[in-house]
């Protein structure tokens, strides 16, 4: 017997939740990407919270690279590339 479960993806208003509550449980103290970014996320993970989180960790490496303390949309697509 196989058992088989396909999760659709979050809305892009969940997505947006979502990233915003991961921040907050790292204790972050502000809002660390932009809306153009989280629009970015969506549309490149569905809704996936494995693509999201995968997708927001790259990119904040990327802001953090380059000295910038807000994720915007550049860096999300350079993540995107990298991935």
Known sequence: MTLT???NGLTEKKTQAY???QLKVAET????????AVQAI???????PRK?????SQSLMD???QGHKIVGESHIQ???NEL
Not at 29 to 36: D, G, L, R, T, W
Not at 42 to 48: A, H, L
């Open 29 to 36: 103290p502000h809002e660390i990407f932009s809306e153009e």
């Open 5 to 7: 479960y396909q999760m």
């Open 52 to 56: 999201i989180n995968t997708l927001c």
């Open 19 to 21: 990233i915003h509550h």
């Open 78 to 80: 350079r993540a995107i």
């Open 63 to 65: 802001a953090l690279i």
């Open 42 to 48: 969506y549309q490149f993970s569905q809704g996936i």
